[in-house]
């Protein structure tokens, strides 16, 4: 009887997990350049031949790879990725990540994400603009210019953000390996004057979030039901 009791709390506690994922996508449904956090779950087998119990896993988080719309801004220091790459930025732990590409210009000139991080080139190396001379034209292929002259390129990543990645900031992603800058590849480009919206579906979210909410409460009345059992064994054994 206990083994049903601690294969439902395994069950209530992937649950959980996942409950907490589809609560972080759709507080994120409006957030620019976020990639929804997915949950796969695996069983964990406890024994062998006859006396084996399946209990599930705690799960293991993953990044959706579905791009989100592409929204017109007119904006030259908005950015969009057409393609599977990512922008890189500096921050305090490091290069990271993003999808978000709402950049400006500081005083100095140097590209700057919407927090405050240098925007790096395919080198790794902050992105320096003249001041002087205002919003720069983008390239198809990222590079930019200022008074038809080329000053500089956005760099763009490919990198794995692999399973239980981590997150920095709202969108960005911090990689757990050195990112490969992009190099040659037609399909992968920068449009000018757009962003990407989050690629969080609302509606399929709430729905998972009705399942999640059911099977939780479907295993609590499964607890229930074994804990009256034993209580009734209990007592059936005691009176003899």
Known sequence: MRDSLYVALSSQIALERRLDTIADNVANASTIGFRATGVKFEDVVSGTGQKSVSFASSGKTY????????????????FAIQGDAWF?????????????????MNENGELMSTEGHPV??????????????????????GSLRQNDQLVGSIGLYNFDPGENFVRYGNSGIVPARTPEPVTDRSD?????????????NPVLEITRLIQVQ???????????????????????????
Not at 121 to 132: F, H, T, V, Y
Not at 219 to 239: F, N, P, V, W, Y
């Open 120 to 141: 790096l080139d395919a080198g790794g190396s902050p992105i320096q603009l003249d001041p002087r001379n205002g919003p720069p034209k983008a390239g198809a292929d």
């Open 88 to 104: 890189a930025i500096e921050t305090p732990v490091g290069t990271v990540m993003t999808r978000d590409g709402r950049f400006s």
């Open 214 to 240: 059911r099977a939780f409460e479907n295993t609590a009345a499964l607890m229930r039901q074994t804990d009256s059992s034993t209580d009734e064994a209990i007592k059936t054994l005691g009176s003899k």
């Open 188 to 200: 992968i480009g920068v449009a000018q004057g757009f962003l990407e919206e989050s690629n969080v």
């Open 63 to 78: 990044l959706s790879g579905a791009h989100g719309a592409l929204s017109e801004t007119g904006n030259p220091f908005d």
